[in-house]
């Protein structure tokens, strides 16, 4: 049986930074040979240090849905969606070695926005930050790439990272080439494909996302932009909601990401354990909103735990439902 602090392959341990690390850089020297891997190396250990809140600037993690197995398990399918690309782009433009890597660093750093500085005196939770998270996240990563001597890539990755999110609609994203909108496709549909394949999903959107809504302001409807934003009355009712949203995310899927997720089977040759995963939970989340009463027997799953031992949980009534 699949363990849920694992990937849809049940092969790579999604709360382990250097574990994760380790794969991607596998998935780089396959296809780049001697190319240089110390940005990715250097990106995973940061990422370890900044979520465990070992960095003089920034709190550590404490939003539990949006955690280090989230954005290990986004970047882990990031790589292998590039990787698939390269395998199977029959004349398509080549993937070079640092535009992966900016790829994989702008699925990393993408939900960076969630962490709060330390001199944040208004904020006490990073689900605060939820509408504006994307932003900030991609602001820290210009200044990060041009850290890592990548700053000619800098305002190209800090662009990708509005694909994962809803401030601007994926049509209307700028970016300076064909290519570089492909891996923000690809981006956008790891986001998706690796948080609706996650064996916990269900139970992690009632206990830990819901919460997260009601601190950023979207328990009930709320625009963003001009966008108008699903209303979620409770984490039960978030749940019975999932295949809407499945439906949702399937035309995201499709259109505005360009049916990115087909780059999977050439990583995994031929095979798409992602939409096999997602799948299943949209079948379970189909059963538990047909018997409303059966949410707490049905979703008994138990989520690992990521956020450092001293971060304060959330308060115990945004958990009621």
């Known amino acids: 049986m699949r363990r849920s602090d694992y990937d849809v ?167 300076s080439d064909t290519l570089l909108r492909r891996v923000g496709h690809m981006l956008g549909t790891a986001d998706i494909i690796a948080q609706m394949s996650d064996r916990c999903y269900l139970e992690k959107c009632r206990d830990r996302l819901f919460p997260e809504f009601v601190l950023g302001g979207l328990a009930g409807r709320k625009l963003a932009g001009q966008r108008l934003l699903p209303s979620f009355s409770s984490g039960n009712d978030l749940v019975r909601k999932t295949p809407l949203f499945y439906q949702n995310a399937t035309k995201r899927l499709d259109f505005q990401l360009a049916r990115a997720y087909e780059y999977a089977g050439g990583h995994f040759g031929g095979s798409n354990p992602y939409l096999d995963e997602m799948q299943k939970n949209l079948r379970h989340a189909q059963r538990v909103a047909r018997t409303p009463d059966a949410d707490a027997e049905a979703l008994r799953r138990q989520p690992p735990s990521t956020l450092a031992p001293h971060v304060v949980p959330y308060p115990k009534d945004l958990l009621a439902t």
Do not use: W
Request: with cysteine; charged share 25%.
């Open 9 to 175: 392959t049940d092969s790579i341990r999604t709360t382990d930074p250097a574990g994760v690390g380790a794969e991607v850089v596998r998935i780089f020297n396959g296809l780049y040979g001697d190319a240089p891997t110390q940005p990715l190396e250097r990106a995973f250990a940061d990422a370890a240090a900044f979520y465990r809140g070992e960095h003089p600037d920034y709190h550590a993690c404490d939003t539990e849905y949006h955690d280090i197995q989230h954005v290990l398990d986004v970047t882990l399918a990031m790589a292998r969606l590039l990787d698939g690309y390269e395998r199977q782009r029959n004349g398509g433009a080549r993937l070079e070695h640092e535009v992966f890597t900016a790829g994989v660093l702008a699925a990393l750093f993408h939900d960076f926005g969630y962490l709060r500085r330390r001199q944040d005196r208004r904020h006490r939770y990073g689900a605060e930050y939820t509408l504006t998270h994307v932003s900030r996240g991609a602001e820290f990563l210009r200044g990060y790439l041009k850290e890592l001597g990548l700053g000619h890539l800098s305002r190209a990755a800090a662009t990708l990272v509005h694909y994962t999110g809803y401030e601007r609609p994926a049509e209307t994203i700028r970016v």
